[in-house]
């Protein structure tokens, strides 16, 4: 590659940033990265319609979160600043009239309505040139009429397509694509409120930023010979094409930013009128650097038997020809799982101090000493996949159970011993009247010969049959909270 690689993750703050956009902006930080290309963020907020308002500070948080770092763009210093396109309108003005000096667009003056009524009377009505001389436009109406149309607002500016012509390019992942120009829609490319469309304003900038290939979702295939027409028209050189495959949540449908699937939740938390977000990957415990692989590998493999990978690796393996053609589904179990090797693998320190930070805030701080939930931490970290699980499987250390879910056999059992039972808790109660070292609680345990026993024991401490060795529950929690937990067992349950 001779030509200064040059990439742009291009998001319209219309809502929050999901597994698809971050993955496009990622496979172009990578390619950037791996070639000493550049990488190019710019908001595209020409639909006012659609945006809202903290959305890009939204994006800005999870693309710092994920440490996708862009070295040119929106809030940063570059040669084609300003990198938001409302900022950029008189630019697109600039180029547009001289598409419509060479008559490569026109005015056209239909409402709403009136497109809506052509949609309904004519099946599969396209505004091209197999109708628009037909319609009402600046190619068919008289200069008086038309200039009295424009001088009032009423009109949209649309890209002329060419009749019957075969637009053929290449894409990266997809290969060979042609579409006739008879079956696309001379697309509007300058609204009536004054604002450019995406096809207008990413079409200049991509031109003017000198990008040299455009990663981005296969949704936006379509859209790709309505650029290149427009680049046609301009006489300016193509850049590389590299279309992305569709990720589907795991129930096959495609991904929203709306419904509530796994894969639909944002990656960063947000509050605001508009988003309500209370779930987020970061929320939910996924750490960033598990996410980064999470995501690398939608849709592309390094053809490696392998999913852990550091973003070092990735950035070295990463290679457009790698990407598949095919759909990704989401694997939510699988993002859980390279997220536990991530909490298992790394810097114990590191991780601790995560978690530490966790059940602090869940505790609401009481004050149990740091040194207790680190031993907590260090006992219980194997078992989770993401860094919120610690709660699920540490919970009985700080909370007393006062409903317990005894299977029925045990429920049989302490119909048929009840006096054996007591026997038990009381011999227990006596043991924890004094202070135990774990040692000596080893012994005890050890003596107590039928399993179901110690199955009630860790009923009445921890509420249920869960949770790690009765031993370390034993030794953790203070004698006073074991000689009241059992005390309200026997009373909820054994001495009814
Ligand atoms: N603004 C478009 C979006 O929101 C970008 C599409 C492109 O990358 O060309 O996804």
């Known amino acids: 590659m001779n030509k200064k690689i040059r990439v742009r993750f291009a998001p319209s703050p219309t809502g929050a940033l999901h597994i698809g956009g971050l993955r496009t902006a990622l496979y172009n930080y990578l390619f950037a990265k791996k070639y000493n290309g550049d990488f190019i963020l710019r908001i595209e907020d020409t639909d006012i319609k659609r945006n809202i308002k903290k959305s890009i500070n939204y994006i800005l948080k999870t693309l710092k979160w994920c440490k996708i770092k862009y070295n040119e763009g929106f809030h940063k210093k570059g040669k084609y600043c300003p990198y938001i396109q409302s900022k950029r309108i008189f630019i697109y ?18 409402t709403k309505q009136e497109l809506n009524i052509y949609k309904t009377k004519y099946k599969n009505f396209i505004y091209n040139s197999l109708t628009r001389n037909k319609l009402k436009n600046s190619l068919t109406l008289n200069s008086t009429l038309t200039k009295k149309y424009i001088k009032n607002k009423n009109y949209v500016i649309r890209l002329k397509t060419p009749t019957n012509y075969n637009i053929i390019f290449y894409d990266k992942v997809y290969g060979q694509i042609k579409i006739n120009t008879n079956e696309i829609d001379d697309k509007i490319l300058f ?60 129930i096959g449908g495609k991904i929203s930013k709306r419904l509530n699937y796994n894969d639909s939740v944002p990656i960063y938390p947000i509050n605001s009128k508009h988003f309500n977000i209370k779930n ?192 370390y529950i034993l030794s953790l929690i203070n004698n006073k909270i074991i000689i009241n937990r059992i005390n309200y067992f026997l009373k909820q349950i054994i001495i009814k």
């Open 280 to 471: 987020s990957y970061k929320k939910k415990g996924f750490l960033p650097k598990a996410f980064i692989n999470i995501i690398s590998l939608l849709g592309w493999s390094p053809n490696a038997n392998k999913e852990i990978y550091t973003f070092n690796n990735i950035i070295k393996l990463f290679d457009l020809n790698n990407i598949s053609k095919k759909d990704v589904h989401l694997n939510y179990k699988k993002f859980c799982w390279i997220n536990k090797q991530y909490i298992n693998n790394s810097n114990s320190h590191f991780i601790d101090n995560i978690l530490l930070k966790f059940l602090k805030k869940k505790i609401n701080n009481k004050k149990i000493k740091t040194i207790y939930l680190k031993k907590i931490i260090k006992l219980t970290k194997n078992r989770i996949s993401l860094i919120n699980d610690i709660w699920n499987v540490s919970y009985y250390f700080f909370i007393n159970p006062i409903q317990f879910n005894i299977p029925n056999y045990i429920s049989l059992f302490i119909k048929k011993k009840y006096t054996e039972i007591l026997f038990f808790f009381n011999q227990i109660i006596l043991f924890f009247k004094k202070k135990k070292k774990k040692k000596e609680i080893e012994i005890f345990l050890n003596k107590i010969s039928n399993i179901i026993y110690l199955k009630l024991l860790r009923i009445s401490l921890v509420g249920k049959l869960i949770g790690i060795n009765m031993l």
């Open 191 to 250: 609204r009536s409120d004054s604002t450019p469309t995406y096809h207008l304003a990413s079409v200049i900038d991509d031109h003017i930023m000198k990008i040299s290939h455009i990663i981005r979702g296969k949704e936006w295939i379509s859209s790709t010979p309505i650029h290149i027409l427009i680049y046609n028209y301009f006489n300016w050189n193509l850049p590389n094409f590299v279309h992305l495959p569709l990720i589907l949540n795991d």
């Open 93 to 110: 003005k600039k180029y547009l009239k001289k598409l419509i000096n060479n008559n490569f667009a026109y005015y056209s003056f239909e």
